[in-house]
């Protein structure tokens, strides 16, 4: 008799259970139209932590965004060594910081203005490759214009350490 009255009180109980997680799971669909939408930024979601992303994994939030499918996402997190089951809600917030920053484009480190010249395009997430270090599109191996051109570029007017006062600038 017992068992038979703790089974009709869990009904409601249940329901209510059914009603929370539907309410949870509109939520996050919502939240994840409004990513693919461009109306949020996944990085925004991240660092603000709303209560129906809390229980959603990080790569379900990052799928929902526009041109990024599962091999994008796969290599993504792999670049900053999470797990593609980690929620949103058990990341760190030295992780979060890490992640909104990759989404942002914010460079992990501040490029050296004197090794780099302006200019100089910078992929995101990758170490910048200077134009002269790229001979292969003339068939020669990577870093073959480094060798040609006598290293990286300098300032405008610097003269290397080897010409003579008197030599012709032009050659």
């Known amino acids: 008799m017992n068992a038979t009255a703790t089974m009709v009180?869990?009904?409601?109980?249940?329901?209510?259970?059914?009603?929370?997680?539907?309410?949870?799971?509109?939520?996050?669909?919502?939240?994840?139209?409004?990513?693919a939408q461009g109306?949020?930024?996944?990085?925004?979601?991240?660092?603000?932590?709303?209560?129906?992303a809390e229980r959603m994994a990080v790569a379900d939030l990052l799928?929902?965004?526009?041109?990024?499918?599962?091999?994008?996402?796969?290599?993504?997190?792999?670049?900053?060594?999470?797990?593609?089951?980690?929620?949103?809600g058990s990341m760190t917030e030295r992780q979060r910081q890490a992640v909104a920053a990759r989404l942002s484009g914010i460079p992990r480190r501040t490029l050296n203005s004197s090794v780099w010249p302006a200019g100089v395009p910078v992929a995101r997430g990758r170490a910048p490759v200077h134009p002269a270090a790229s001979g292969t599109a003339r068939g020669e191996r990577p870093g073959a214009g480094l060798l040609r051109a006598g290293g990286w570029p300098r300032p405008a007017g610097a003269q290397p350490a080897e010409r003579l006062a008197g030599e012709d600038p032009a050659r």
Do not use: C, Y
């Not at 109306?39 to 129906?52: G, H, N, Q, S």
């Open 39 to 52: 109306d949020i930024k996944v990085a925004e979601v991240i660092l603000t932590r709303p209560w129906e």
């Open 9 to 35: 009180s869990a009904g409601p109980q249940r329901m209510r259970a059914l009603e929370r997680a539907n309410q949870a799971r509109f939520a996050r669909a919502e939240l994840k139209r409004r990513v």
């Open 63 to 88: 799928t929902s965004q526009r041109h990024w499918g599962h091999t994008r996402v796969r290599k993504f997190l792999a670049s900053v060594a999470m797990s593609e089951n980690k929620t949103i």
